[in-house]
């Protein structure tokens, strides 16, 4: 693990980038990430995320500003800019069951090619998908994600780059943690190794690229 | 007996299918409101899908934490004994036969009990979130929603609406009456006070099987 100032480690993901970011309706996402993101202009890129939080909340921000093409997200349905972007065609929605999306995340840091799930059997959600019978019961296989980033956001990073994350906002931040190339990591807290300890380690150091230094 | 609000008598209703010890998942809107009548002496765990097991009230004024919310991103309490836990691990919950129960709202369903809740083609596509998963693994689906939308009957033949979820909900509780669906067929089970067979038939599109008797809700 390195420690990089937030213009730095923001430097690191180009336009055009596929990107993983942790929080729930803006929950534990990294918001001085996406802050600087919006900065430094980014455009293009692909975002996989739970939702798109509010406009002005997380990833609200990625949409207003216009630096998206498209998104991954179980939910979209409280932020108007992403509802008004996709109907005018500027950004590319694609909607997964939630459940869905963080198996596939999962299966993709896992080392899995995807996941059998019962959701989405017979709606509109198979199109274009393989049905696959498990003892007489049906399923979809649903493929693996990956992504070129992930920005992680902690509660508690140590000197090492272990993790530790608190009440709801974890949601996805540990998972997506295994399925990205880059791992940055943004925390609330940096505290001295041995302050998380080895049972409550969450996410192991060794997948940890970047902490963004406070 | 004094008129309750339409909300009200859904979620008081569905409070009583609610048993001790219980994991239940409540959807947004009316289903949240089931919570404020759990029956005394019960304990229910309640699950937020965005990771949280054991969800409480809204904390008193000036007592939240921003990190501790709802699904709907509102800030809530965790009760004694309350647990927190990554996505995967919810969904694990909702999918692997953990989950007792979900309430969740809905746009109409079938006379077969399929439920169709998330979107109108054209008109709202907010995504599914998390209503296909827990459609497709809760044991027990309790829709509660209002038996018409500006007149029109909710309770349909066929969905019009692409729908959540090929498994049959096992309950309807509307305003207007219990619909149960006992070998695949929508059957009225009760009715609202002072509703009568007679109006839940006119309001409902879909061909009702009605037992002999058709006992009131007990409120």
Request: net charge neutral.
């Amino acid at each position: 693990m390195k420690t990089l100032s937030l213009k730095e480690a923001v430097g690191l993901i180009p336009d055009g980038a596929s990107v993983m970011i942790g929080g729930f309706m803006g929950v534990g996402t990294p918001e001085r990430l996406v802050d600087e993101l919006v900065r430094q202009g980014r455009r293009n890129l692909t975002v996989i995320a739970n939702d798109n939080a509010l406009p002005g909340i997380g990833i609200g921000k990625l949409v207003a500003a216009g630096a998206m093409k498209k998104t991954i997200a179980s939910h979209i349905g409280l932020n108007p800019d992403t509802q008004k972007k996709m109907l005018s065609g500027e950004l590319d929605v694609e909607l997964v069951p939630q459940g869905t999306l963080i198996e596939r995340i999962r299966a993709g840091g896992f080392g899995l090619g995807g996941v059998l799930t019962p959701t989405g059997v017979g709606t509109v959600v198979e199109k274009g998908k393989q049905r696959i019978e498990v003892e007489g019961k049906p399923y979809l296989l649903e493929t693996a994600l990956r992504a070129d980033f992930a920005l992680v956001q902690a509660f508690l990073a140590d000197y090492v780059g272990n993790l530790y994350y608190a009440l709801t906002a974890r949601n996805f931040n540990p998972v997506i943690a295994m399925a990205a190339d880059t791992v940055i990591v943004e925390a609330e807290h940096i505290v001295p190794t041995g302050v998380i300890t080895p049972d409550h380690v969450v996410t192991p150091a060794p997948v940890v690229d970047y902490v963004v230094s406070q | 007996m004094s008129v309750m609000d339409p909300q009200t008598v859904i979620a008081r209703r569905i409070a009583q299918e609610l048993r001790d010890g219980m994991l239940v998942n409540l959807g947004i809107g009316i289903p949240t409101l089931v919570a404020n009548f759990v029956p005394p002496g019960i304990r229910v765990f309640f699950q937020s899908e965005n990771g949280l097991i054991g969800t409480g009230a809204p904390p008193a004024e000036g007592m939240h934490h921003r990190l501790l919310t709802d699904a709907g991103g509102k800030p809530v309490t965790a009760l004694p004994g309350a647990s927190t836990f990554d996505s995967a691990m919810s969904f694990g919950l909702i999918r692997g036969g953990h989950l007792d129960m979900t309430v969740l709202g809905g746009l109409q369903v079938d006379i077969a009990g399929r439920l169709a809740n998330w979107m109108i083609p054209g008109k709202m596509v907010p995504g599914m979130g998390g209503a296909m998963d827990l459609v497709s693994g809760a044991k027990r689906v309790i829709v509660a929603m209002q038996h018409t939308a500006k007149g029109k009957p909710k309770i349909v033949t066929q969905c019009s609406l692409p729908l959540t979820a090929v498994r049959p909900v096992d309950l309807v509780v509307t305003e207007l009456a219990v619909i149960s669906f006992p070998g695949g067929r929508a059957t009225l089970a009760e009715t609202a006070p002072g509703v009568s067979v007679e109006q839940v038939v006119a309001a409902t599109e879909a061909k009702l099987a009605i037992p002999g008797e058709v006992p009131q809700m007990q409120l």
